[in-house]
């Protein structure tokens, strides 16, 4: 059976020493803060704290997803090296870098007809994406074949739970979410949106909740009611964040206190600069394992 390797982009919201501890490779999307052109590389060059507080501060930002001649050279040296490849990707709902990974993969396998290269569209961002890389890294640990472990993806990634929320709506009247109208309303009521993921991998608004306070709570029952065992869940839950990390931890504490029988304690990272650059600081999300996603 050939080698091959695990490899997604920078949008998974982990860190780099996570994804060194899990041997998973990975692709960095560009993001821009005014005029100036940056790689998202986990903190690297600017932390989270530095990024959300530019973003206060005036700072415009937007990001560019990831072309195909830069999966070509993000492949090619594992090609090169007769390694197989499976990549998994950002939501295509959230996303055209899927897209232009699909186009790599036809090109190169011309060049490369003896080696397997499967691209996979996770249905997820963020941490939830992270997630999903975080299991199959351990299954491909405990000997999963290539095929194996992109058909465990395949039949897993629907059955991952993303929830967010946010606590401040001028992000997503900024970038065109929602009208200047509704986010003025939304603002002035002090309303915090819960949204999920649907089976395309697309964020739905799902609840309008007043006050933080009140969405935290709804954000754990979320939790309660769709985790695979409900309170019995045995799995990992993780949780991202743009720069509100108190919210975080206070999230993480009332899930390890209703959930006694996780995968170990809930893990908190930062949303990265990629997703960051379109929810603005403020939104908290949480991740888990539970029943098939449907509309």
């Known amino acids: 059976m050939k080698n091959y390797v695990l490899t997604c982009s920078s949008t998974v919201d982990l860190s780099n020493d996570y994804l060194k501890t ?13 005029n100036d052109v940056y790689k998202d590389d986990m903190g690297k060059t600017i932390s989270s704290k530095e990024f959300y507080d530019l973003m206060r501060n005036g700072a415009t930002t937007k990001t560019s997803q990831i072309n195909a001649n830069e999966y070509i050279e993000f492949f090619k040296p594992f090609l090169e090296n007769n390694y197989d490849v499976l990549h998994v990707e950002i939501s295509s709902g959230l996303s055209g870098s899927y897209n232009s990974a699909m186009i790599a993969k036809e090109i190169l396998e011309e060049d490369y007809p003896n080696n397997k290269i499967i691209i996979i569209d996770s249905l997820a961002a963020s941490a939830g994406y992270g997630l999903l890389m975080t299991y199959a890294a351990k299954f491909k640990d405990s000997g999963y074949s290539i095929d194996e472990l992109s058909n465990w993806i395949d039949n897993n990634k629907l059955n991952l739970k993303l929830c967010f929320y946010s606590t401040d709506l001028s992000y997503y009247v900024k970038g065109g979410r929602i009208t200047q109208t509704a986010g003025f309303v939304g603002s002035l009521l002090n309303l915090c949106p819960l949204l999920n993921v649907d089976s395309k991998g697309k964020l ?4 309008k909740v007043v006050g933080k306070k009140r969405v935290m709570k709804r954000i754990v029952n979320q939790m309660k009611e769709f985790a695979s065992d409900k309170l019995e869940y045995s799995g990992k839950c993780f949780i991202s964040h743009a720069d509100i990390l108190e919210d975080a931890k206070e ?3 009332r899930i390890e206190e209703d959930f006694p029988n996780l995968d170990g304690h809930v893990e908190i990272f930062n949303i990265g600069t990629t997703i960051g650059s379109h929810t603005g600081p403020g939104t908290l999300a949480v991740f888990f394992m539970g029943d098939e996603r449907n509309d």
């Open 22 to 34: 899990l041997n998973i490779n990975y692709i960095e999307f560009n993001y821009q803060i005014d």
């Open 204 to 207: 739905i608004p799902r609840h």
């Open 251 to 253: 999230v993480a504490r």
